[in-house]
């Protein structure tokens, strides 16, 4: 029997060892019976760096940006064309994947499905433009809200299959009509042992200069990540050390705002690839999750970085109310503050013995293994493809 195929939009899709989203390489290179073609963006957006092709991913040339502003859209525009004659010159394909949060990707993806003639899987990362109304981006009454409403709308129509990430996004897609059988749940995952240390845990400790307790936080720096109140919790916690790895369009503004108050307890550091991960997480105490107070949080997220903590074995702290919350304090994995309460978490968690900390790691590794484990993801996607060819 042939190997089906799948054709993979993801403007942001990153390869193993870059610093980014690699849940598509690790999700599609464990399915069953299939093989994949992930197409993505040349463009490192944490980085900034160039990134080149590899097995089963391609990358296309995008428009560079360094705001939120026209930059950006062309950005979003270059991929989606670039990726729509990039897809073209792809041989047979029995499923094209489109992933959002921007819906010109998926609208490239659909587009594709069309032409050669398969199924279209529209995966929603975040729901778009809701959550930029919510975040004060994007007014309800605007011309480009409209546009993006009826884009969206179309997209949910055409999918076969919608992939959604947080149960949260469930009611808001049935509640818009998607017909309820169309939505699968896949959310992020991670599995442990990805994350074994190169060596122990004092020699990384050192290399990193963590010498006091170290909360990470590892991840984009952008105007959804809040991190802001990271800062404001770092000012009141001053007996913790607070590491910000990553990179991001508001990162040069973080690192000016901690330099004008004074926060020596404060340290910004370049993105790492995502094989160095492992170790950056053992040599720390912490893993922080941080969210700005936005609604639409509570329920419809699928926060990567929470479980790559706990599959880490760190103990976790986050300041997002809702589903991720509950996820943390059920497991007994580490600790759950308001939004703007993110000082406190850390200097209780600060204050706690170090067996403390290592028994919420241990809690909260148990946790992904038994329930949200890479493979056990994949194993689910396997299942909404081929339910995708067979309707």
């Known amino acids: 029997m042939r190997r089906r195929r799948v054709l993979v939009l993801n403007h942001f899709a990153a390869p193993r060892g870059e610093a980014g989203g690699t849940r598509h390489v690790e999700l599609f290179s464990r399915l069953d019976g299939w093989e994949h073609l992930i197409i993505a963006s040349n463009l490192n957006p944490q980085t900034g760096r160039r990134v080149g092709d590899s097995e089963g991913f391609v990358t296309v040339p995008v428009m560079g940006y360094s705001s939120n502003g026209i930059s950006r859209i062309l950005n979003w525009i270059s991929y989606a064309a670039a990726a729509m004659l990039r897809g073209m010159r792809v041989g047979r394909v029995d499923v094209v994947y489109g992933s959002s949060p921007h819906l010109l990707a998926a609208l490239a993806a659909w587009l594709l499905s069309i032409i050669k003639r398969v199924p279209f899987v529209l995966e929603v990362r975040d729901l778009w433009p809701k959550v930029l109304v919510d975040m004060n981006h994007l007014s309800t009454n605007s011309p ?166 706990m599959a880490a074995g760190r103990a976790t702290l986050t300041n997002c109310p809702g589903i991720v919350s509950d996820l943390v304090m059920d497991s007994h994995a580490g600790l759950a503050v308001s939004p703007n309460e993110i000082g406190h978490g850390l200097d209780k968690l600060g204050s706690q013995t170090n067996e403390d900390l290592i028994a919420m790691g241990i809690n909260g590794r148990a946790w992904i293994s038994r329930n949200q484990s890479r493979s056990a993801m994949a194993n689910l996607l396997n299942h909404a493809l081929e339910d995708a060819i067979s309707l």
């Open 144 to 309: 480009i809200y409209r546009v993006l409403t009826a884009l969206e709308e179309f997209l949910y129509a055409r999918a076969r299959t919608i992939v959604i990430m947080a149960e949260g996004s469930r009611t808001e897609l049935v509640a818009r009509g998607v017909a309820p059988h169309k939505i699968v749940y896949i959310p992020n995952g991670a599995d442990p042992e990805d994350f074994v240390a190169s060596a122990p845990r004092e020699d990384l400790r050192l290399r990193y200069g963590f010498d006091r307790v170290t909360a990470v936080y590892a991840g984009a720096h952008g105007p959804a990540n809040g991190l802001d109140l990271l800062l404001d919790g770092a000012e009141q916690a001053p007996n913790v050390d607070v590491v910000l790895v990553g990179g991001g369009v508001l990162k040069h503004g973080l690192q000016e705002s901690a330099q004008a108050r004074g926060l020596t307890n404060v340290r910004f550091m370049d993105p790492v690839p995502k094989s160095e991960i492992p170790d950056l997480l053992a040599a720390a105490d912490i893993g922080v999750h941080v969210l700005a107070d936005v609604e639409l949080f509570r329920s419809a997220v699928s926060p990567n970085k929470v479980f790559d903590y």
